[in-house]
């Protein structure tokens, strides 16, 4: 997820760098705080491959507020929604859903430009308190039976 102010969307004169894309500067792909190797995206499992971290941010770049997918144990794919409420969260500050698991996650840090913020998987749970191991594609199924 990145972040960025209303302020700096509506100043035309500078133009934020997530770094997506590849640099026509130095044929580096940025994601996150990883150089990425070209490959083919949408690819569970690793496809494209990192090929080193960052170790500190790169001056014209922002980093993400959070970022995930970059682990043996987490193949994700990319976020399908996310929100940011003070009145519904008093201790989170930003919880997001995974587009093909369900999963719903979450950090506590607000936004900072120095680093990615931590991000924690949440459990969900449905009204008897059974556990939704599928997050919220438990509920979708509940809802509209086998599909697809």
């Known amino acids: ?4 102010s209303m302020e700096d969307i509506l100043d035309t004169s500078t133009i934020e760098n997530f770094g997506w894309g ?5 044929g580096k ?5 990883f ?3 070209p490959g083919t ?3 569970l ?5 990192c090929e080193s971290p960052i170790s500190s941010p790169e001056e014209g770049y922002t980093l993400p507020w959070i970022q995930f997918g970059r682990t043996p144990e987490d193949f994700y794919y990319g976020i399908s929604s996310y929100v ?4 519904s969260f008093d201790k989170l500050k930003l919880v997001w859903t995974e587009f093909n698991t369900g999963h719903v996650l979450g950090t506590t840090e607000s936004y900072n430009s120095s680093k990615p913020s931590k991000g924690y998987k949440i459990k969900l749970f449905d009204a008897d308190m059974a556990p939704l ?5 438990d509920l979708v199924k509940e809802e509209l039976g086998e599909i697809g």
């Open 29 to 33: 792909t940025r994601e996150g705080t």
């Open 41 to 43: 995206g949408g690819v």
């Open 133 to 137: 191991d599928m997050g919220f594609n």
């Open 84 to 87: 940011i409420s003070d009145k």
């Open 1 to 4: 997820v990145n972040a960025v």
């Open 35 to 37: 150089y990425v190797a």
């Open 45 to 49: 499992g690793g496809n494209p491959a």
């Open 22 to 26: 590849r640099s026509q500067t130095d």
